[in-house]
């Protein structure tokens, strides 16, 4: 029996296992992940998109080695702290106030982007008086209730059990083709009495469908929805849990889409450190909860504070950061769009938008066993998309050009090895 099975074995009950890499990770560091026996791999994961800064990122680690040395307090829920003033001035003065967002407030809601979902779907339910919610095809929000029902893949709302109401579920932007204008096709269903569709509090949104596949909406197609929703009174809420901390080459996705959404959601790489973190951020008339009616015990965690605020100190206070993703996500586009080229022309598919890409194949088996080469070759990689047919390249945004050009080879014997 090797380690690998001996640690499954001790997790036996746990339903808590690593399906695609049968190793076992000791160190991480920037763009790499080390096992336990010293083997280097590029990390095209990012722990699902936590980690845009890379692993211990030596200045987020200074400030919070700092901090813990200064015994800062960790955890005091709702209790004013430093790292929390800190944290709630620096992102209004780097991220808020430079983009022009007007007057917006941040809420904490928990650890995980579920909790900024549910927190959003539920302030729009109260604030409208209706139930009713737009989601999209091949969107994900996350797998708790609320969240899970404005889920579009059936396998994850399936682990229900049972249909989950309140949810009218839409053609994303080009889920027909760009032929067809769903825009059109929802105005007129929103229009219609007849159409059976009740009015809905909101419309949830990811500007890039991160786990459904890659599927990016076009600016025009945002700025119409968010026309819809001004004309059937819902509020817009941009689920940027996965787009947003800078993934797509700016620190919001929708930010250079003139578009201003009431609601946002943030997590994942918001603490820039891999710690659980998640907020809404709303338009300040939409806060109309009481205090405490919306609670929950980990919401802001000081540790996450200092974090985040490090980050968004040390990348976002000028253009320079954005400015590198976005030459490197097209250094990685080209990249895959040569492997396009060589192994699947009319078969393999480049999506999405900045250093959120993925190659679309004919299928999830493909898919699967090009990450599977991948893996054997140093590279760790997952499939998104509801199929699993989508080879999903989310590193952390601080990888080297070298890193990419070792990563794109390795990807490219992979699919070699598969398609070739
Ligand atoms: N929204 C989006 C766009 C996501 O990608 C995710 C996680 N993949 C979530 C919500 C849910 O976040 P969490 O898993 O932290 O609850």
């Known amino acids: 029996m090797n380690t690998f099975e001996q640690f499954e074995q001790h997790e036996s009950g746990i339903r808590s296992y690593c399906r695609s890499f049968p190793v076992i990770f000791?160190?991480?560091?920037?763009?790499?992940?080390?096992?336990?026996?010293?083997?280097?791999?590029?990390?095209?994961?990012?722990?699902?998109?936590?980690?845009?800064?890379?692993?211990?990122?030596?200045?987020?680690?200074?400030?919070?080695?700092?901090?813990?040395?200064?015994?800062?307090?960790?955890?005091?829920?709702?209790?004013?702290?430093?790292?929390?003033?800190?944290?709630?001035?620096?992102?209004?003065?780097?991220?808020?106030?430079?983009?022009?967002?007007?007057?917006?407030?941040?809420?904490?809601?928990?650890?995980?982007?579920?909790?900024?979902?549910?927190?959003?779907?539920?302030?729009?339910?109260?604030?409208?008086?209706r139930s009713n919610v737009i989601s999209f095809t091949n969107g994900f929000h996350g797998v708790t209730v609320g969240a899970l029902a404005t889920t579009g893949n059936g396998h994850h709302r399936g682990a229900a059990g049972v249909p989950l109401t309140d949810v009218s579920r839409m053609p994303y932007a080009n889920y027909f083709g760009d032929k067809v204008n769903t825009i059109a096709m929802m105005d007129k269903l929103l229009s219609d009495p007849s159409s059976g569709i009740d009015k809905p509090a909101a419309v949830i949104v990811e500007v890039v469908q991160g786990e459904g596949g890659l599927n990016a909406a076009s600016a025009d197609w945002m700025r119409k929805l968010e026309k819809l929703c001004r004309k059937h009174e819902m509020l817009l809420i941009a689920d940027d849990i996965q787009a947003g901390c800078g993934r797509t080459g700016t620190f919001f996705s929708f930010e250079e889409m003139g578009i201003k959404p009431d609601i946002i959601t943030l997590s994942k790489s918001l603490s820039g450190f891999g710690l659980p973190f998640a907020v809404v951020v709303m338009r300040r008339e939409l806060d109309q909860w009481e205090p405490g009616e919306h609670n929950g015990t980990f919401r802001g965690n000081n540790h996450a504070f200092v974090t985040a605020a490090a980050a968004i100190e040390h990348f976002w206070t000028n253009d320079e950061f954005a400015k590198s993703v976005q030459a490197k996500g097209k250094i990685i586009r080209e990249r895959m769009q040569k492997i396009v080229r060589k192994y699947g022309p009319d078969s393999l598919f480049v999506k999405g938008r900045g250093m959120m890409l993925g190659i679309s194949c004919p299928d999830g088996d493909t898919a699967s066993a090009i990450c599977r080469e991948a893996f054997e070759m140093g590279l760790v990689i997952e499939t998104s998309g509801n199929h699993s047919q989508v080879v999903?390249?989310?590193?952390?945004?601080?990888?080297?050009?070298?890193?990419?050009?070792?990563?794109?080879?390795?990807?490219?014997?992979?699919?070699?090895k598969v398609m070739g």
Do not use: W
């Open 392 to 416: 999903k390249c989310l590193c952390p945004l601080i990888i080297s050009e070298e890193q990419i050009d070792q990563a794109m080879s390795i990807l490219d014997k992979a699919f070699g």
């Open 26 to 129: 000791k160190q991480a560091r920037g763009a790499e992940l080390i096992t336990r026996e010293g083997k280097h791999y590029i990390d095209f994961l990012a722990g699902a998109g936590t980690l845009n800064y890379g692993h211990n990122n030596p200045v987020l680690k200074k400030a919070l080695i700092e901090y813990l040395e200064n015994d800062g307090i960790t955890h005091g829920l709702d209790m004013y702290s430093e790292a929390k003033e800190r944290f709630l001035e620096t992102f209004h003065r780097v991220i808020l106030e430079p983009r022009s967002f007007g007057d917006y407030v941040v809420q904490f809601t928990g650890p995980t982007g579920s909790n900024s979902v549910e927190a959003a779907l539920k302030l729009a339910r109260k604030v409208t008086g």
